[in-house]
């Protein structure tokens, strides 16, 4: 009997030790599953992007299924959706007259739009007819040796939503083209943008001759400025490499211009960066040699900084002034446009007008460390400024732009300056009517305003109880003060589109753990209909299995934190993992997903490795909470999340044993990249293994607005008046000797956002202290590593399985999960 005793004690301690084993080969098989080529044939449509229409309430929208694709028109008044059409009747009625075979399943419906009586709709279809192209002559005329002569033959046609009638248009009008140096005013009668680093416009009728022919010697142009030089221009951008720049240097550029409504004026900044030093990049990969990009990139704490005026033109007088706003020494002046949240419509030209009237218009200015900002509405007749509202603050401060409502007289302004983001109503001349909104949570934009009915719908978080505090919702309140209204009650994260009128909405709501789904409410807050819930059928069949959500503490043991865990589609509750922190720090947002996403990569399918992913917030993050909260990081840029990070491994840990503390890696790109190089360097005991992309690793060599903001710049004061900045911020290379796991760095080479010279100092900083580590360059990639994100990807994955696993199998040289993608045709 004690043999038998002692056998099955060395059997249960076996099968224990057995379970309690990690997995220890990477499941390539199940992360290639769900490749981003693979999951857009899985998952289809996920929300209604409605498009309003202009005369009535009604609205259409396209939702596409595993069953092929579908066209809606929904009346809210009558509470009826509709099919356009019969997509078998109409696909055999497309079928006789274009002479290609068609199936309602498989309509490739393109540029489809309501017509003016909005009963009529007109779309394209392609066909496999070759036609001669329609410009055939004007392309031989330029170039006599052009032999590509055909086109395939698109078709255009009618259809009456009404009598259900098709009807072909014979004779199309030919689209208009868009030009995208072309700054079009609201009456369509001028054209403005810039050449030889000047201003110019042009009447319709010339412009016109450039949509058919941009070279068209006939074309007049007129010269506004002649002062514009290199670096001091009135138009143009960056992103050419010096060799294209000569180039293009006679093309017409776009003017970011912003027009008066009746279109007889305009205003502008301007700015001198003549001062601002260089920064480059080596185009390595150009043919036949290497180019250099050569762009101004003004740093922190840096003396010389851009200088930018305020420009005002008149077509009445012809004067180009000058408008004299400086405030503070190296102010930003941000122009306000008209426009408000974009609403879906089927116009074809929306220009970009001002906020204000004929006579006068609004700005911010704002102080070089953004501790002070003034709206400031401008007098053009009188050529004066009003400070209307200040807003001042001992740390950064974030502003929306105002909202003018009652022919002018009133504006809704957006405040943190009780610690949370509300909304306010002021008078034309600056004088507090109401506070519209208060408490502990969250508004963060304006939907509409019911000017009539005197309401505000806005969208706002973090206002109902039991719920993650991130999760959006949208409400209404009087202008004339009272209680908030929430209209589209769940606990999810909801998305809506108001209509112009604000009397009905469309309601996109989910969590990273629920379908998406979508449904129709008026602007009391009840339901009309429901519309759509997205087809996920494909993507559960492959053996998708939704995230779990959970809260955490902060390493201060008080602040609730939120985060989402993605595990192995096998996994086993009996096997212990390592588990991976994906990250960014913030402080414009947290890399933490409140709806479902169809972006699996850094989460979901680097899970199916063999991992537990983890996305979680920290104190400094997201911005849709208290002022506190968002400015928890200012003056410690590197460190101020790092302690969050680790705690929650930490209380992950505790609470689930399949967590394996002893082996923590971390990812994160840009300020994720920053984060999870620094992770290791504070924490090198705790974070074992990290892959770095595209991170900031020397703020002091990243962007002046983006450093100074978030980190804090200080403004000395001298006894003679004189002013200037000093910046002073932690770097990671500070650290380098710290590092005791495994790191691999990754960059772009022409990485003009966060520029490779941050990764090559911190490369540099550990070579010096004789590290150990790995470093990728991508060749011509930008700072989203574009078509090597999934080249990345596996490498990457192959990086955590290695040293995460301990899987030290080498991979086989071609990535087998890329290339079988791809159909093989030489």
């Known amino acids: 009997m004690k043999k038998i005793y002692a056998f099955l004690v060395l059997f249960i301690s ?216 290199k670096d001091f221009s009135y138009g143009g951008g960056r992103g050419e490499d010096n060799v294209d720049e000569e180039k293009n240097k006679d093309k017409r550029k776009r003017a970011g211009i912003i027009w008066s409504e009746n279109s007889n004026q305009f205003i502008f900044t301007r700015s001198d960066v003549r001062k601002v030093k260089d920064l480059w990049v080596i185009q390595n990969t150009k043919d036949p040699r290497p180019t250099l990009e050569t762009y101004k990139y003004a740093m922190p704490g840096e003396k010389e900084q851009p200088i930018t005026d305020l420009m005002h033109y008149s077509f009445e007088s012809k004067d180009m002034s000058k408008l004299y706003v400086n405030t503070f020494k190296d102010q930003t002046i941000g122009l306000y446009t008209a426009s408000r949240l974009k609403v879906t419509r089927d116009d074809d030209f929306t220009p970009i007008t ?18 002070k900002i003034d709206i400031v509405r401008w007098n053009l007749s009188e050529g004066t400024k009003t400070v209307v509202i200040e807003e001042r603050s001992n740390t950064y401060i974030d502003i929306n732009k105002p909202e003018l409502i009652n022919n002018g007289n009133e504006i809704i302004h957006w405040s943190e300056r009780d610690g949370w983001g509300h909304y306010y109503l002021y008078d034309k001349n600056g004088n507090l009517k109401r506070q519209l909104t208060s408490g502990s949570f969250h ?68 969590r990273v753990n629920t379908t998406p789904a979508s449904s129709l409410y008026d602007n009391t807050g009840k339901k009309i209909m429901d519309l759509e819930v997205a087809d996920l059928s494909n993507l559960f069949a492959a053996g998708y299995k939704f995230p779990e959500t959970f809260k955490f503490k902060a390493d201060d043991g008080i602040t609730d934190l939120f985060g989402v865990m993605y595990k192995p589609f096998d996994f086993d509750s009996t096997k212990i993992y ?99 190089t620094a992770a290791m360097l504070v924490y090198p005991d705790f974070f074992k293994v990290a892959v770095s992309s595209a991170g900031n690793h020397e703020n002091n060599i990243y962007n002046r607005w983006w450093s100074e903001k978030h980190h804090g710049v200080q403004e000395l004061i001298s006894p003679k008046g004189d002013t200037s900045f000093v910046y002073k911020v932690e770097k990671n290379p500070d650290l380098a000797n710290n590092l005791k796991g495994k790191l691999l760095l990754v960059t772009g080479d022409v990485d003009n956002n966060v520029h490779p010279a941050n990764t090559i100092r911190m490369a540099n900083a550990l070579i010096k202290a004789n590290k150990r580590f790995d470093f990728i360059i991508l060749p011509g990639q930008r700072h989203g590593f574009g078509d090597m994100t999934e080249y990345f990807f596996w490498r990457m994955g192959d990086y955590f399985v290695q040293h995460l696993l301990g899987d030290n199998t080498p991979p086989p040289t071609d990535m087998l999960e890329v290339q079988r993608e791809k159909a093989l045709t030489k």
Not at 41 to 62: A, C, E, G, I
Not at 448 to 476: C, I, Q
Request: aromatic share 12%; charged share 30%.
């Open 354 to 371: 001002w906020l204000g009237d004929e006579n006068s218009f609004y700005l911010s200015i704002t102080s070089r460390d953004l501790k």
């Open 14 to 229: 076996i099968g224990i030790v057995e379970a309690q084993e990690s997995p220890k080969k990477g499941n390539y098989e199940l992360a290639s599953r769900f490749s981003p080529e693979k999951v857009k044939k899985m998952v289809f449509s996920t929300d209604v992007d409605p498009h309003w229409l202009k005369k009535s309430d009604r609205f259409w929208y396209t939702y596409e299924t595993t069953n092929g694709k579908n066209w809606y028109i929904v009346d809210p008044a009558a509470k009826t959706k509709k099919e356009f059409f019969d997509k078998d009747k109409l696909a055999a009625e497309l079928t006789k007259i274009v002479k290609d075979p068609f199936d309602g399943q498989h309509l490739d419906i393109t540029s489809l739009k309501f017509l003016e009586d909005e009963n009529t709709i007109q779309f394209k279809i392609k066909s496999t007819q070759d036609v001669l192209k329609k410009d055939w002559d004007e392309i031989k005329e330029k170039n006599k040796s052009a032999k590509d002569s055909l086109e395939k033959k698109t078709f255009v046609f009618r259809y009456n939503l009404q009598n259900q009638q098709l009807t072909e248009v014979e004779d199309p009008e030919e689209d208009a083209k868009r030009l995208a140096w072309a700054n079009i005013s609201p009456d369509s009668s001028k054209v403005v943008f810039a050449k030889h680093d000047n201003l110019f416009w042009m009447d319709k009728e010339n412009f016109l001759k450039a949509v058919k022919d941009e070279k068209d010697s006939t074309i007049v142009e007129n010269q506004l400025t002649e002062d514009g030089e």
């Open 578 to 676: 390592p588990i991976i922190e994906y990250v960014y720090p913030g402080p414009q947002t947290e890399a933490v997903n409140k709806s479902f996403s169809k972006g699996f990569d850094r989460t979901d399918r680097l899970a199916q490795l063999g991992f537990v992913v983890v996305t979680i917030g920290n104190r400094g993050g997201h911005p849709g909470r208290s002022k506190w909260y968002h400015n928890y990081g200012y003056g410690n840029l590197r460190d101020y999340g790092l302690a969050d990070k680790k705690a929650a491994v930490e209380q992950l840990a505790d609470r689930h044993p399949f967590i394996d503390r002893n082996r923590v890696g971390i990812h994160g790109h840009s300020g994720g990249g920053f984060m999870s």
């Open 443 to 510: 508004t963060d934009r304006i939907a509409t305003v019911d000017e009539k009915g005197r309401f505000l719908y806005f969208v706002a978080n973090g206002k109902e109880s039991g719920e993650d505090p991130y999760y959006e919702h949208l409400y209404k309140v009087s202008l004339n003060g009272g209680a908030i209204t929430l209209l589209n009650p769940g606990d999810f994260n909801h998305n809506s589109s108001t209509n112009d009128k604000g009397n009905y909405f469309v309601n996109n709501y989910s």
